[in-house]
């Protein structure tokens, strides 16, 4: 589990569970994101202008944008129709994201990836006193290199845009790095290095070291996209379509 305060920069939590030994999941562990990266999408795809404001894009159970024999499908079990980005959001409309990763990749397949990095995944948070896996984000070079004695597998296939445009295929990340990243959209595209310390103290009580907030780096975004996107993810369990809704009905977002 990992909360950070993204106005100041800290780790609130940092916890694992007691049976974990020395393993530390939040920090170590290295998982598929899921729509979660969905964010990335939308910042990539509005600075990009492969999605204009306020455009609808269809959301149809089957996408089949790479020809009828090529079928990516939603995770609902009927179309929605032409849908705006805060209901892409709401919906987590997988279909929706498919377009988009196309799209980007038809212009250039590292719009994407190069994207992601710049909100601070792929590479680990740089959090002192803590080690920590670097996650990885996977590219056309990238690709190439790490199947290079299998050349079949070794090409950058647009449907590897689709998967990334999802947060699925080789993509992965530590939690810390998804709490750090969400911090970056909250705070109009700057990351921070998060604190796991802000100062030391002697025994009597006086400060002889303060760790003070640290920007790491600005995402390729603008505040503007970023405000759309965080009203979709308000969204998600604001509104009575949201996907988690029911859970966050009775509480005031």
């Known amino acids: 589990v990992v909360i950070l305060d993204q106005r100041l920069s800290r780790v609130l939590v940092l916890a694992r569970a007691p049976n974990s030994e020395d393993f530390h999941r939040a920090v170590f562990g290295q998982y598929t994101t899921g729509s979660t990266f969905k964010l990335v999408t939308s910042a990539a795809a509005l600075r990009t202008g492969a999605l204009k404001p306020g455009e609808l894009v269809d959301c149809p159970q089957r996408w089949t944008g ?48 190069n994207t992601a990095k710049s909100f601070g995944l792929g590479v680990a948070t740089d959090i002192e006193f803590v080690f920590e896996s670097p996650g990885l984000v996977p590219r056309p070079d990238w690709k190439k290199e790490r199947f290079r004695s299998d050349p079949a597998n070794a090409v950058w296939n647009p449907g590897d845009a689709t998967n990334l445009a999802i947060g699925q295929g080789f993509l992965l990340a530590t939690p810390l790095q998804m709490s750090n990243y969400v911090a970056a959209v909250a705070n109009d595209g700057i990351v921070w290095q998060p604190r796991l310390v802000v100062e030391l103290r002697d ?49 005031e977002i």
């Not at 790479?66 to 705006?84: K, M, R, Y």
């Open 66 to 113: 790479f020809g009828p024999q090529w079928v990516q499908v939603n995770h609902e079990s009927s179309a929605l129709g032409p849908i705006d980005l805060r209901t892409a959001l709401a919906r987590s409309c997988n279909t929706f994201y498919y377009e988009l990763g196309k799209r980007l990749n038809d212009r250039d397949p590292n719009l994407l990836p």
């Open 203 to 251: 025994r009597a009580g006086n400060v002889t070291k303060t760790f003070p907030k640290k920007e790491l780096k600005r995402a390729d975004t603008k505040p503007t996209d970023l405000s759309a996107i965080r009203d979709g993810m308000r969204a998600v369990v604001a509104d009575p379509d949201g996907t988690v809704y029911f859970p966050f009905r009775t509480y």
